[in-house]
């Protein structure tokens, strides 16, 4: 089974690392997720002023301000609260609380909340074996191998299995990989993230209740919270992913992260079992110390040095909690990390974790110059005018013209890519997020530009289906997006600014507010063609470490990986994460 799993993955990375064709879905699966519905927050938080609990209003903003000024971060959102009160919020760019947001592998914590319930409810033991969890499900072989295989084990990270999360998009039995791949390390002697444990874990829920994570918490935990609105994605054979995929607004995963930080209890009621949440919060195995500064329990992330606990998913979202602050922070972002490597910890650290420096005598340690104020001026900046004549009349000499004027030009102008090749694998939807949503474009066809009702309009057409994108130039213009019937809420930003050789460039963000991820478009013009250079936020950084952390885990691979010569590799993730292309007008 790994031999054949290893195949298929490594296939869809030559495929993805393939910026001349269309990556192909192993497998096809429909679209899971819903549209948004916006809805009434129950059970919110009272929203105070940061004195009311003993923290400067000073303090609070300097921590927002730490996150703005800080290049190395992209924050979508931030709540921090103080004893269950609201007493600072953010959001950043496009973004809105108000929508829900991905969480990945911040809802492992959440999974890990289920077990602690379950087992409070005496249907379950740390030490339960696997293979009697499954024991219908597993051959004598398995049986074997897989023996020391406990709850404590998938919960601790330990269990060793080497079927980890490449599988999701190339295997449809999740269960039957697990329960048969290859044993790298003996159960509970070495730490190897893993969301497949997770995955496991709300399996064994379900076999032992006969109901899926989302059944089973609902009246648990979901429903005393007042959590309504969210939604958690289903592997192909109908079991919650329980590692990810879970949506679900940042006030109500805050309202989980305050429950926590309470020892289990929410308005006064015992929602987790305490003695669980000890267990949970305490280390019980050690981590690399690159992965941040956070050790391991029971399916939520131990501060190492002060008492802390953290519910953490990849690109920086975030639950953590101080408990001798009494502070949480919660937080999503599109950062270049897997797991705790950017600034932004150290900042929560520095700015919440000593109650007694929540009055302001904590400074700002940033080094950075205030680059957002930097940033603000350009984005802010009149349209620029290059000082020779470009793409036919368009951009000439004079004097500063308004947004309005250059939207004009524009309109109805139409440019394809028919002779580039490099746009059938192209596409708005970040290439991270096809691969996690197994849902591939099909190529760019032709970029068209619109004005109507003083709407600035970027109609971008791939091969099968046709997006309609609303730019704002002054602030976020919000519209839907939505690709093979999955429907996304994006606010997309523009501005025109010139390139080093002067060049008039449209640069375009299109921020998904339910995902991490944001797909950025550049357009350079040229009479009777333009350029175009796309890349996505988070990027090659982060998939450079991502493949990096593959070697050791699998053993074709990482055995491939070892060969590959490493200039070359990250050439070709440029490509395919950065790639260019030409399109030509067409009268």
Known sequence: MDFVTDTRALMMIKQLLDNTSATRAVFEQKPQKPKFSPSVIQKAFERVPPEAQGVAASHAAGFLNDLRNDPTLDMHGVIVLKGGKVITEATFGAYDQRVWHITHSECKSITGLAVGILIGEGKLSLDDKLVDIFASRISKVNRFTHRNITIRHLLTMTSGVSFNEAGSVTETDWVKCFLESVILKEPGTSFNYNSMNTYMLGCAIREITGQGLTEYLTPRLFQPLGIENFFWEKCPKGNEKAGWGLYILPEDIAKIGQTVLDGGRFEGKQIVPADWIEQATSAQVKTPETLGAYDYGYQIWVGRKERSFLFNGMFGQNVLGFFDSGMLVVSNAGNNELFQQSSYYSFASQYFADPANLGGKAKSKSLFDNPLQSAKKRLECDLYLPQTKLFGDLFQTRGKPDAAEICRLLDG?????????????????????????????????????????????????????????????????????????????VGVSGRFTPNEDGTPVLVIRVSFLEAANARLIRIYFYDGRIVTRWSESPGKEYLTEALASIRGQSTIISGILERTDEELLLFRISRALEPQVVLTERK
Do not use: M, W
């Open 413 to 489: 102008r139409a440019f394809f890519a028919a002779d580039d090749k490099r746009a059938a694998a192209i596409g708005v939807y970040p290439l991270y997020a096809q691969t996690l949503q197994n849902n591939f474009s099909k190529g760019l066809h032709a970029i068209s530009f619109a004005y109507r009702n003083g709407a600035f309009q970027i109609v971008v057409d791939e091969t099968d289906e046709r997006h309609i994108l609303d730019v704002g130039l002054e602030k976020p213009a919000y519209c839907e997006f939505s690709t093979h019937g999955e429907t996304h809420r």
